[in-house]
């Protein structure tokens, strides 16, 4: 499996960025799986943003941190899941990573699911910049 991330950049505060994960390897039409975007500012520890579960449905969580300001979603087809991220803050600049771990995923809930070690496959991360 890998994924690849691109879509980072510099955005002012206030402003807009997508962030897209293409999977290879891995087909997200035919697996069952959890797929989340994680987040490292220097310094700080990793910390789980958002994903989608697809034992649940596709159910998608998000940390509190970034809820109703930021979006994942995911396209079957190209095997790609998104983060579109809105109303950017200084304190979201950081290196982004997407995560995939295959199988299910049931019972677990928010803070399960977006716990870093629980992922077996990383992107190399990308960096977003967000300035005042």
């Known amino acids: 499996v890998q994924l690849v991330e691109s879509g980072g950049g510099s955005a002012q505060a206030g402003g807009s960025l997508r962030l897209s994960c293409t999977a290879s390897?891995?087909?997200?039409?035919?697996?069952?799986?959890?797929i989340a975007w994680f987040r490292q500012a220097p310094g700080k520890a990793r910390e789980g943003i958002s994903c989608?579960?697809?034992?649940?449905?596709?159910?998608?969580y998000y940390a509190d941190t970034v809820k109703g300001r930021f979006t994942i979603s995911i396209d079957d087809a190209d095997n790609t899941v998104y983060l579109d991220m809105k109303t950017l803050r200084p304190e979201d600049a950081a290196v982004y990573y997407c995560a995939l771990t295959p199988g299910l995923a049931i019972g677990i809930g928010r803070q399960g699911l977006l716990q870093p070690g629980r992922y077996d496959h990383w992107g190399q991360g990308t960096q977003v910049t967000v300035s005042s």
């Open positions: 989608i579960n697809s034992s649940e449905g596709g159910r998608k």
């Open positions: 390897g891995f087909s997200f039409d035919e697996e069952n799986y959890v």
